[in-house]
Nanobody
């Protein structure tokens, strides 16, 4: 069982930056695939980025809308995954969720139905 707690959301002007953090409980965090999703008002939850376990050697994968602006990373010693968000746009406004699942595969998991564990979400608002 893993519990996830997000932090770091807030209000920022367009073009600004934020860094989200997701702290995980449990001793097996390093073996988890982690991801960030977001949900804007009136829209379905969408994939943002994922990072595989370090041992898998497969790395990261991003949604097209954020590629080149957002960076997902993990610190296994701190049981934490991060989402560095740069060049923010008003359309990035959403509740951002951290998600995790044990293990990895030959494919990047980009569907929310793949993930077993979820945080409570943190609001990110980008003003124009």
């Amino acid at each position: 069982q893993v519990q996830l707690v997000e932090s770091g959301g807030g209000l920022v002007q367009a073009g600004g930056s934020l860094r989200l953090s997701c702290a995980a409980s449990g001793r097996t965090f390093s073996s988890y695939t982690m991801a960030w999703f977001r949900q804007a008002p009136g829209k379905e939850r969408e994939f943002v980025a994922t990072i595989t376990p370090t041992w898998s050697g497969r790395g990261t994968y991003y949604a097209g809308a954020v590629k080149g602006r957002f960076t997902i990373s993990r610190d296994n010693a701190k049981n934490t995954v991060y989402l560095q968000m740069n060049s923010l746009k008003p359309e990035d406004t959403a509740v951002y969720y951290c998600a995790g699942l044990p293990g990895s595969s030959d494919y990047y998991y980009i569907s929310d139905s793949n993930y077993s564990y979820w945080g409570q979400g943190t609001q990110v608002t980008v003003s124009s």
